[in-house]
Nanobody, 126 residues
């Protein structure tokens, strides 16, 4: 069975840090772009970050550049999102996502995602 399982997240004060991890089972990340979307209450799901296991490319939405860092571990079949300098507007459910693509230059397209995780809650208090 194919699964993406997120871990991490939680509650933190503004300016703090959290780490999200995504582990895959049932398939290998090797040919995928893997990353994160987030969805705040009443808002659309927004792409956040992408890591390509094919060419090593990385990309971020402008609002998190310089604060979030994504990394991938092929041996462990995991992706990690380190989130620093968190802001209240980062509060959302964060979803791990995998797309069979070569590069993350264009980010991740919601409609192209092959696999989704169930989400992890991130709450940033002011």
């Amino acid at each position: 069975e194919v699964q993406l399982v997120e871990s991490g997240g939680g509650l933190v004060q503004a300016g703090g840090s959290l780490r999200l991890s995504c582990a895959a089972s049932g398939f290998s990340f090797d040919n995928y772009g893997v990353g994160w979307f987030r969805q705040a209450p009443g808002k659309d799901r927004e792409w956040v970050s992408c890591f390509s296991f094919r060419d090593g490319s990385i990309n971020y939405v402008d609002s998190v550049k310089g604060r979030f860092t994504i990394s991938g571990d092929s041996a462990k079949n995991t992706v990690t999102l380190q989130m620093n300098s968190l802001k209240p507007e980062d509060t959302a459910n964060y979803f791990c996502a995998a797309d069979y693509l070569e590069s993350c230059i264009g980010g991740l397209d919601y409609y192209g995602i092959d696999y989704w995780g169930k989400g992890a809650r991130v709450t940033v208090s002011s």
